[in-house]
């Protein structure tokens, strides 16, 4: 069946319009440069938050008569940003004078009332460590690339949380962006004065921060790269295009490298396949649009798609090409590229998992498992004629030792498995086939080749099928046949195909 042509759909985002909901507090910057802090305490928890404040620039007044050594040694130590102040005497009502915050390590909820009365008084925002009712404000935990500066709040409610996701933050951003954000501010004045508000400045931003998180060291110099990235930005029609993977459907499965390609688009070319929360990470102003590409449908034609990346690049704009899977596998992504090339449109490619990756991971199963396969290949289920591949190496498929998974293959199933039987292999090889990979619908067929055309059926066609071929599937063949323990899904799959072989 020949799949019909349409044009291009623009799709509006699924966001809901915006508006904040309820916030447990507000998160605020609050500087802190050259004024005065009053810290109550003398403990190693009120020298973590001395440590802190200085660190922010602020002049910290330290109220103890004595001092456990680790804050001692911060006195001596000092602060590189801010200045520390020790008084060797408790607190009193003067002693917020002047004062921007009020911080304090009481020893009772006695004397937490007294220090909390006293600022409020004088009219300044007081925190009682690690108690919550006393707090006017609390700390967060912090991801430090000054300039840059991430704060994390639960609200008191689950501080370990909080850590477990400034870990997570720490590991996503390179440690080289404090350098580039202090660059940041240094070129700012001229892209201000030079470039026209909008995309001028907006292209001169994206690349800047391509550079920041591309591992590159900042340059000392500044003028060769506010020369380069400034002539960019102004050039007319100086448009490129990025080919991305959207990896087979569960957008956790996006790399960080997609994931900034989609939030710095101004136009998204996406496929039917491509899930809606993937979409959902782009820049809430990117324009979408929907190109169809999915076998046995209607369709946009791929010169539509080509002809129409290049007319948007060449009106400066930074289209996205976001494909399901990997571009550079089953996805046309040379063509593409081809295309692009010869029409001097400067273009580049974010690799995605692939399908045959992402059902190896679900499954289990290593496609490469040294005791049962030495290679993989991954063969098109279907050739342009809408049969079976006549250029593929059908016999050299047959080696026992090597893993095949076939993509598109759902609608010739049948003709795979007589092909392959022909071609000498058992139709007792063990054969997996996955519908919806990673997705909510996922479901799965384990069998044997000479039952893969039912078991293909029972799957149906409305989602994509991978049909994986090979002795390494010979564990999830075992494991139905022997009736073993299986996952929830499992179960439910199993139902599913009972009775398929």
Known sequence: MTPTSRKPVEVESRRRPAHVGALASLPLFFPLQGRKVLLAGGTEAAAWKAELLAAAGAEVHVYAVDLEPSFAALLVSGSAAGRLVHHAKPWTPASFDGAALAIADARSDGEAEAFVHAARQSGVPVNVIDNPPFCDFQFGSIVNRSPVVIGISTNGVAPILGQAIRRRIETL????????????????????????????????????????????????????????????????????????????????????????????????????????????????????????????????????????????????????????????????????????????????????????????????????HRDHAQSVRFVTGHGRHGDLPDTVDWHGLTDAATTTVFYMGARMAGKISAKLISEGMSPHMPVVAVAAVSRKGERKWVGTLGALAAGVDRLGLEDPVLIGVGSVFRENLSRKEAGAPQTAREDALQMQVAGSL
């Open 173 to 368: 951003l390179p440690q080289s962006l404090q350098i580039w954000a202090g660059l940041a501010g240094r070129v700012r004045g001229r892209a201000l004065s030079f470039l026209k508000a909008g995309q001028e400045r907006r292209r001169f931003w994206e690349r800047f921060t391509d550079l920041a998180f591309s591992g590159r060291d900042a340059p000392e110099e500044t003028g060769e790269l506010e020369s380069s990235l400034l002539g960019e930005a102004r050039a007319s029609g100086s448009g490129r295009v990025t080919l991305v993977g959207a990896g087979p459907g569960d957008a956790e499965y996006l790399t960080l490298k997609a994931v900034r390609a989609l939030q710095a688009a101004d136009v998204i070319l996406f496929d039917d396949l491509v899930d809606d929360a993937v979409l959902e990470l782009a820049r809430r102003e990117a324009k979408r649009l929907l190109v169809g590409k999915r076998g046995g449908r209607e369709s946009c034609r791929q010169e539509d798609i080509n002809a129409m990346m290049v007319r948007l690049a060449r009106q400066g704009k930074h289209v996205v090409r976001l494909k399901s899977g990997d571009p550079m596998i089953f996805g046309r992504g040379g063509e593409e590229l081809d295309r692009l090339a010869a029409e001097g449109i400067a273009a580049s490619v974010v690799p995605g998992i692939t399908a045959a990756s992402a059902m190896a991971a679900r499954l289990g199963i290593s496609l490469t």
